[in-house]
Structure formats: structure tokens, C-alpha cells
């Protein structure tokens, strides 16, 4: 199993091999929170709580990637999505701020 696959995994709360909305955002939320508690700065440079940043990333990386528009991800879907994340970082840019 791929890397991109095994993070889908972690998304999918439901298992049932799409990801939701409400899916992206709670597991955001608790990536979110543990960033904000190791790097204070970023919770300060966002200007936002845990759970608005996890709701605005969570509906933009759903703009970007929901192809047909049926509110969940499959999986090539998410592969979309990862990839928008991966490009933002090599570009150097912090993905949340971009989508914030």
C-alpha cells in the first residue's frame, strides 16, 4: 500500500472508501491542534483556531479536488488533493496560509 493510500486511510473515518466533508475536517482539526501546541507561531501567523482553519482547508481542498462535485473524495480524488499539498511545500509556501 502506497503512502498516499495509507493517509487516505487515516481520513476515512467511516471506512467506507470515500472521504466526507465532515471526515477531512474533524481529521484536520486534530492535525491542526497538534501543530498549533508544537509551533505556536503558526497558530499566531494563522489568526484563527484549530477548527476554523480545519473547516476552511477542509472546503477549499474540496473545491479543488470533488471533480464531480459529490461531496466525498474517492481516491484519485484525494490523490489530487495530496498532490495540491505537495506543491504548495515545495514551492516553499505554507499550504494553509495559501488556502487560508
Do not use: H
Not at 2 to 20: E, K, P, Q, S, T
Not at 62 to 80: H, I, P, T, V
Amino acid at each position: 500500500m502506497g503512502g498516499v493510500a495509507r493517509a487516505r486511510r487515516l481520513y476515512d473515518l467511516d471506512g467506507d472508501g470515500y472521504i466526507g466533508l465532515d471526515e477531512m475536517t474533524t481529521y484536520l482539526t486534530s492535525v491542526f491542534r497538534v501543530m498549533f501546541e508544537i509551533e505556536p507561531s503558526c497558530r499566531e501567523a494563522s489568526g484563527v483556531s484549530c477548527e476554523e482553519l480545519a473547516a476552511v482547508t477542509a472546503k477549499q481542498a474540496f473545491k479543488q479536488a470533488d471533480l464531480n462535485e459529490d461531496g466525498y473524495l474517492s481516491f484519485d480524488e484525494f490523490r489530487r488533493c495530496v498532490a495540491c499539498l505537495f506543491c504548495f511545500c515545495l514551492a516553499g509556501l505554507p499550504w494553509w496560509f495559501v488556502w487560508w
